[in-house]
């Protein structure tokens, strides 16, 4: 019979949260579940019973955008994922319960683009929205210059703010939808690509 010591009932007694999640993915794992770590990876079994952790390859996209253009950005979001990315929407994403400023605050700087959806309910709206926007020009400007972050998209013809119009290039998701989603895909790609160019080690 284990003793427990005076460390583990302190471990118990101070994080039992923690130990509460682990016991829900390890039930979920004996069901044969997945379970997703939104942003980092998947708890799974694998073929030999053993249980794994595999790490969120994926590039990581956050969606910002007014409550009102849920239905088009919702398009997006399933385009995206269609094509091998991780998008974030807050409606996807935020669980019941969850404080949603910590974690959407988490959420955009843990990703790798931030598409901005403007329209002309969103750039006039206060809220949330602006919230989103002030954090991801925050992220931007850590970042180094000829790397690509925030990506504007406009969702019907509306005025992009002047401080990101004068220095980032916008993307019409209008009039046809498809058009617009090819670029923004054609934009990570490529910066993805660059990004493992600069991994390799360099021809001496």
């Not at 794992?29 to 694998?46: A, C, D």
Request: with cysteine; charged share 30%.
């Amino acid at each position: 019979m284990r003793r427990e010591s005076a460390g583990d009932s302190m471990s118990s007694s101070r994080f039992p949260a923690l130990e509460r999640i682990a016991e829900i993915i390890r039930q979920s794992l004996e069901r044969g579940e997945t379970v997703e770590i939104s942003g980092l990876g998947k708890f799974r079994q694998n073929l030999t019973g053993l249980y794994e952790f595999a790490a969120e390859s994926r590039p990581r996209v956050f969606l910002a955008y007014a409550v009102e253009d849920f239905p088009v950005v919702d398009r997006l979001f399933q385009a995206l994922e269609t094509e091998g990315f991780a998008p974030w929407m807050d409606r996807k994403k935020l669980l019941p319960g969850q404080r949603w400023k910590r974690a959407l605050r988490r959420a955009v700087e843990h990703s790798d683009y931030f598409i901005a959806c403007f329209s002309s309910l969103s750039v006039s709206k206060r809220g949330g929205f602006q919230e989103e926007l002030r954090e991801a020009l925050n992220c931007a400007l850590a970042m180094p210059l000829e790397d690509i972050f925030l990506i504007p998209v406009r969702l019907n013809a509306c005025e992009v703010p002047e401080e990101i119009s004068r220095e980032v290039q916008y993307v019409d998701l209008f009039p046809r939808f498809q058009d617009g989603v090819d670029k923004i895909i054609e934009t990570i790609r490529r910066q993805e690509s660059a990004r493992v160019r600069e991994l390799l080690p360099k021809a001496s």
